[in-house]
T-cell receptor, first 115, second 118 residues
Framework: AQKVTQAQTEISVVEKEDVTLDCVYE???????LFWYKQPPSGELVFLIR??????QNEISGRYSWNFQKSTSSFNFTITASQVVDSAVYFC????????????FGTGTRLTIIP | DAMVIQNPRYQVTQFGKPVTLSCSQT?????MYWYQQKSSQAPKLLFH???????NEADTPDNFQSRRPNTSFCFLDIRSPGLGDAAMYLC?????????????????FGDGTRLSIL
């Protein structure tokens, strides 16, 4: 069984500040994928990134960056120079490479960017 | 653009009156999922189709059924909606290869259908 923990239920920061969303996971699988999704107030889930457990390189995409550390089972997400449009609920999720094709979601972190 | 389309965006039904939510995709993905999401909670998987193979979650009530007549379409039927079934229903698709070189591609979500029960 898998478990994804997002300990931060809600975060508020002032616009242009940097913010990091934490994600810690548990799995017995040796290979797996990790994901981040964004859910704005309109409700749709928007895919942000997929990370294979083999690949521990950090990734940067514009103002977004992800820090994957297998040793601590963490896959943290940082937004640099936050903007009001970043306000959303962010979900971290995991899927094993073998066994099934079901995502295990964390409980989500509600991020509010204050203008 | 290839996408996952859910209709309608908002659905209101009466207590006990059957309702059907629809999902279509142009991504040609072999797996389609239905999730239920209640306020301030993570999406909860109800069931999914791997091709025509139906996979029900153990805790999905019998009140919820699904059909996948072809690759592109998938329906969620709620036979007798109760007040507790009011939620956002999300459809998702992905391409999954269950073979030796298994690959779980990201799930792509539709905009969801928000269901209200009167």
């Amino acid at each position: 069984a898998q478990k994804v923990t997002q300990a931060q239920t809600e975060i508020s920061v002032v616009e242009k500040e940097d913010v990091t969303l934490d994600c810690v996971y548990e799995t017995r699988d040796t290979t797996y994928y990790l994901f981040w999704y964004k859910q704005p107030p309109s409700g749709e889930l928007v895919f942000l990134i997929r990370r294979n457990s083999f690949d521990e390189q950090n990734e940067i995409s514009g103002r977004y960056s992800w820090n994957f550390q297998k040793s601590t089972s963490s896959f943290n997400f940082t937004i640099t120079a936050s903007q009001v449009v970043d306000s959303a609920v962010y979900f971290c999720a995991l899927i094993p490479n073998f066994g099934n094709e079901k995502l295990t979601f964390g409980t989500g972190t509600r991020l509010t960017i204050i203008p | 653009d290839a996408m996952v389309i859910q209709n309608p965006r908002y659905q209101v039904t009466q207590f006990g009156k059957p309702v059907t939510l629809s999902c279509s995709q142009t991504l040609n993905h072999n797996v389609m999922y239905w999730y239920q999401q209640k306020s301030s909670q993570a999406p909860k998987l109800l069931f999914h189709y791997y091709d025509k193979d139906f996979n029900n979650e153990a805790d999905t009530p019998d009140n919820f059924q699904s059909r996948r007549p072809n690759t592109s379409f998938c329906f969620l039927d709620i036979r007798s909606p109760g007040l507790g079934d009011a939620a956002m229903y999300l459809c998702a698709t992905s391409r999954v290869n269950r073979g030796i070189y298994r690959s779980n591609q990201p799930q792509h979500f539709g905009d969801g259908t928000r269901l209200s029960i009167l």
